[in-house]
């Protein structure tokens, strides 16, 4: 029984990775394939996972997991996310996101002099703009609009601006991220914590690490393909921006907000606590008010307000969805005794968990290379870290953290991702080109991040 449940786990494995690679529905396949490994592991006389209420028939239990999963997951890190996608889509509409790029980008035209230099120095400003806009595409079509214009007028060829420009989508990082909140949910933390005692510490440093990487790399190639600062951008259009510029605040408020009222830092007595929904609805509704007094119409701010019910629906189509289908998948691989083989296998390598973790690490990066999704990969196998730590008695959080870290690296080298192939044509260049740009660097990235947590 034990070799053909290890056997169906591997097809099963194989099968959702080419549906995925294919383009198929994510959350179709993720549900579908996990309900098939539950009905099998029934078949065989296996136990399903743990659940809140059983219905007293194996059948129906496996529907009613769905229920509980999507109870749980959209009563909680589900609402979280939904609001976050609400923020960001009332963001966009008032043009604030657009007012946050353009101030965050704008020290950039004092580096006309190095301009290889100037485009390292896009990673980390983009990365803190990917905090507040935390959507790889959209944040690379802002970058385009913005930055890109900027550098090939300095003579950086296009493929060196582009890749840049999705290197600061590598780290999926802070409270309003999909990923961070699915990760610290995972290992019982508090997003905001979860960001600023484990996600920062990590990846200040290996931001360093790829401005200096990107630097050299693009130099390096641009010369070899004989570019030598020749190349000039003579039709970029200036990015225009029509709100006021101090709506650049409004983007990054709830992550003050957060930070100012997280207990890390405890500065009010008695304690005041802040939660991401409830700082989200707040900057909401200020970004209404503003709206209000900066264009004197009350219908048309109350009729903003289904923008934000729009994102938080399209979120929950896309994101919650996901997070609930990847789950069952993880259940069904439980189901069959995945983890208990993963542990058994790795203790007769010798691996322990520092081993495992760096696998699964490796696994989820070339995952999201070959689906051209971190959410999938991530969402797909992040659920499985805290019975593996259980098993196998390691640090959780560092598990989690640097497959979640992996996931978005692994997206940027893909060639079939959403802001490989949106910058990519904007640009006029391949996106096989881009990818193969960003190999080398993210690859050094993955490789730091290992010598980085064995060393603190």
């Known amino acids: 029984m034990t070799i053909l449940s290890v056997v169906i786990t591997i097809v ?52 009613a997991m769905i229920t509980e999963t999507l109870s749980d997951k959209g009563s909680k890190v589900g609402l979280m996310i939904m609001t976050i996608g609400g923020f960001v889509a009332y963001m966009r509409h008032i043009g604030a996101s657009d007012a946050l790029v353009y101030v965050s980008t704008k020290p950039l035209t004092y580096l ?81 914590d979860y960001f600023l005692h484990h996600q920062l510490p990590l990846t200040i440093p290996l931001t360093i690490v790829l401005m200096i990487v990107y630097f050299f790399v693009n130099k390096y190639y641009d010369k070899k393909e004989g570019h030598f600062d020749k190349e000039k951008q003579e039709d970029g259009e200036s990015f225009k921006v029509t709100a ?57 701010m109350m009729s903003s307000m289904k923008i934000f019910w729009e994102g938080m629906g399209r979120v929950f189509a896309s994101v919650v969805t996901l997070i609930v289908c990847a789950q069952m998948f993880s259940k069904g691989l439980i189901s069959l005794g995945f983890i208990d083989h993963l542990v058994d296998a790795s203790q007769g390598a010798g691996f322990g968990f520092e081993g495992v973790s760096i696998l699964m690490t490796t696994l989820i990066f070339l995952a999201s290379m070959l689906m051209g999704s971190g959410n999938d990969s991530f969402f797909s196998f992040g659920p499985l870290v805290p019975h593996i730590a259980a098993q196998l008695g390691g640090n959780k959080i560092g598990m989690i953290l640097s497959m979640q870290l992996a996931s978005s690296m692994g997206r940027a080298t893909s060639p079939i991702a959403g802001v490989i192939i949106a910058t990519s044509e904007l640009a006029g260049i391949s996106s096989f080109d881009l990818a193969k740009r960003n190999l080398i660097p993210l690859t050094v990235g993955l490789i730091s991040m290992f010598i980085l947590k064995s060393v603190f």
Do not use: W
């Open 12 to 63: 099963m494995i194989g099968i959702v990775a080419y549906l995925l690679t294919k383009k198929y529905n994510p959350q179709a396949v993720l549900l579908f394939s996990g309900l098939i490994m539950m009905a099998v592991a029934l078949l065989m006389g296996y136990d399903l996972p743990e659940m809140k209420k059983s219905t007293g028939l194996g059948a129906f239990d496996l529907f």
């Open 112 to 192: 006309r002099k190095t301009p290889y230099l100037a485009a390292s120095c896009v990673i980390p400003i983009g990365q803190f703009l990917f905090m507040s806009t935390p959507s790889a595409t959209g944040l690379g079509l802002l970058l385009m609009a913005s930055i890109f214009p900027v550098l090939t007028k300095l003579g950086i060829s296009k493929v060196s601006v582009v890749s840049v420009i999705t290197a600061c989508t590598v780290f999926d990082l802070g409270p309003a991220s999909a990923n961070t909140a699915q990760a610290s949910h995972q290992v019982e933390l508090e997003a905001v």
């Open 244 to 300: 006021p510029l101090y709506y650049a605040l409004l983007p990054v408020m709830p992550l003050l907000l957060l930070m100012i009222f997280s207990p890390t830092f405890d500065l009010f007595e008695p304690p005041v606590t802040l939660d991401t929904t409830t700082a989200m609805l707040a900057c909401t509704l200020l970004g209404m008010v503003l709206e209000l007094i900066r264009k004197r119409d009350l219908k048309d």
